[in-house]
């Protein structure tokens, strides 16, 4: 049996097991999370042939994570000002046509020049559509950090955009920025929190794999 089937039948078991003993439903997202950057340490770690491998490459056209969705809901609202954006540019997204979703975007940052929530939008359709963080998506990212300095939405954003690239080390020091910047009560500062010590997890291994001579 493959290494897939086994995650995918560990992922079914967990919500089958969470369901059983009554897990708080808005805590799942504490363990989606760990299913998801488990899955990602897998895909890295599994190949280790295979030299210089970026999450970017393998990502399928029109591939959301739920996960996205639903943090950028706690985080900035289901009816913030951009939502009206949102919505389609998501749909657009799942069905892999990031550069409409792009152009959506953009009319919500002409509209709302200084919402935060629309430049994080932005971003995430610009590094969707450009398969990584690039120099636009970074702009857009930035924008969005520097008008909420006290809110971790556009470094959390940003350390996924990393994330999903490969570039752990910059996802590490958005993430954490973003813990950061989380106050104590927010329902969703759980989820960040595992992710950082899920990454702290993988970044090491792959550390402790590195130092090790050659076979």
Known sequence: MSGWI???LLAALTGVLLWAIGF???????AATALTLGATGYAWQGSPGVPGYNAATAKKTGDLD???VEMRDAMYGRFNASWYA???AEALLRIGDARRAVIVMEGAVKQGPRDPAAWTGLGIALSEHDRGVSP???FAFDRSIALTPKHGGGAYFLAMAYFRSGDLAECRKWLALALERT???ASYRPVIDAQLRQLDQIIARQ?????????
Do not use: G, I, N
Not at 207 to 215: C, D, F, G, I, N
């Open 66 to 68: 739920p996960l996205m």
């Open 86 to 88: 949102f919505k389609p």
């Open 6 to 8: 086994m995650l995918a």
């Open 136 to 138: 636009a998506a970074r």
């Open 207 to 215: 550390t402790e794999q590195a130092s090790q001579p050659p076979r």
């Open 183 to 185: 106050h104590a009560d």
């Open 24 to 30: 708080p439903k808005r805590m799942w997202m504490v």
